[in-house]
Structure formats: structure tokens, C-alpha cells
């Protein structure tokens, strides 16, 4: 067990990375806020895989994480790859035949690819059932026609990473300032001023 696993963070939550060293290799030039806010993946070795909205990833250490917007989970029906690799033995007749609802199991979403007509083209996933993840990180599926039609009209890089047939991709998770953010800088502002204000009503003591 290390400090990765021990935060339990939910997958696609929005998590603000603090190195400054990690965010100039990601080529981050700014934006509404300083540091920026990438989908969590998965834990590896030790470290937090995370990707921006437009599908750079980067492992970081947990000291480098300064906040975590938690996320709901993104669940569709996924072919687990074993399951997959199986039927590509079967004919063509066969596959047809065999094909049904009990082929999927349901799976975590982590990101996706779109084509150029932006329909969603590969799945990503980590399924909710240890024994089909094969590997840490997340792999390409199949998912049912429902889960892809489902995703269609809500992968946006809001949500989870999306990787755009020649997009250019986008830096941070969040495009606004955070509303408690604000609400912190304008508490902080009126005490500043209401201290200064005070401050200068006190009557100053003379010399004489």
C-alpha cells in the first residue's frame, strides 16, 4: 500500500497539479487558472496517472496534488479483452449467433477518441470487476450499441479526456475559475479592507 492508493481517488475526478516542473513538460502556457486541473486514471508504481482533457498523460507523485474535485462514475457495458480474443476464434456464423447482453460487463470509463465526424470511436475502461483488468492502466474495449450512443451525447472534455481526430488539445479540466475560489477571494478581500478601514479610524497617539 503506498500514499497513491490510500487516497482513493475516484476515477475521472479533477485533480490540480502543483509542479510547476510537470506542468511546463506538459507544455501548459496559462489560462483562467495557474495550475491546472487533469482527469484521474489510475495508480502505478506509486503514482497518480492522470491525462488533460485532450489525452496528455503524465504520472505524478501525490505531494504534487494541491486539490481533487470528486466525480461520478461514467459506467457502460465493455467486452473484457479475454472475452474478445475468444470469439475472434469463432466464425463469422458463430460470433453472429453467440452475440448478446452477457458478453459486457460493466466498466469504468476513462477516456476516449473521437474521428473526425466527432463520434466516439475508441473506449477506454477500467472494469468494476478486478478479474478483467488484466493491466493497471486503461484499455481499448468494445462496448455495447447503447453505451457508445450514450457516450456520443456526453464525452466532452468537461467530463472525461477526449482525443479529437487533428484537435488541438485543451490544458486544463476546468475553464472557469472554481465558484468557492471566488467566494474565497472576496471574503478574503472585504476582511483586508475592513481591517485597513479600521485601522485607520484608530486615533494615533501624539509625542507630546
Not at 158 to 177: F, W
Request: aromatic fraction near 8%.
Amino acid at each position: 500500500m503506498n500514499l497513491a492508493s490510500l487516497l482513493s481517488i475516484p476515477p475521472l475526478s479533477k485533480v490540480q497539479v502543483a509542479s510547476r516542473a510537470v506542468i511546463r513538460e506538459a507544455g501548459f502556457t496559462g489560462g483562467p487558472s495557474t495550475l491546472p486541473f487533469w482527469f484521474f486514471q489510475c495508480v502505478r508504481d506509486g503514482l497518480l496517472e492522470l491525462r488533460s482533457p485532450g489525452g496528455y498523460m503524465h504520472r505524478v507523485s501525490p505531494h504534487d496534488v494541491c486539490d481533487v474535485v470528486p466525480a461520478e462514475p461514467l459506467i457502460v457495458g465493455a467486452m473484457p479483452r479475454a472475452r474478445f480474443t475468444e470469439r475472434l476464434r469463432l466464425s463469422a456464423r458463430e460470433r453472429q449467433l453467440s452475440f448478446g447482453p452477457h458478453l459486457f460487463e460493466p466498466a469504468q470509463v476513462m477516456w476516449v477518441t473521437k474521428d473526425k465526424w466527432a463520434r466516439v470511436d475508441s473506449v477506454y475502461v477500467r472494469f468494476l470487476s478486478e478479474e478483467h483488468n488484466h493491466d493497471p492502466a486503461p484499455i481499448a474495449c468494445s462496448v455495447t450499441d447503447e453505451s457508445r450512443n450514450f457516450l456520443n451525447a456526453v464525452a466532452r472534455r468537461d467530463r472525461l479526456p477526449v482525443v479529437k481526430y487533428g484537435d488541438h488539445p485543451s490544458s486544463c479540466a476546468i475553464s472557469r475559475e472554481r465558484r468557492e475560489y471566488v467566494s474565497a477571494r472576496r471574503r478574503a478581500g472585504t476582511f483586508l479592507k475592513s481591517t485597513l478601514k479600521g485601522a485607520e479610524n484608530v486615533a494615533v497617539p501624539s509625542d507630546a
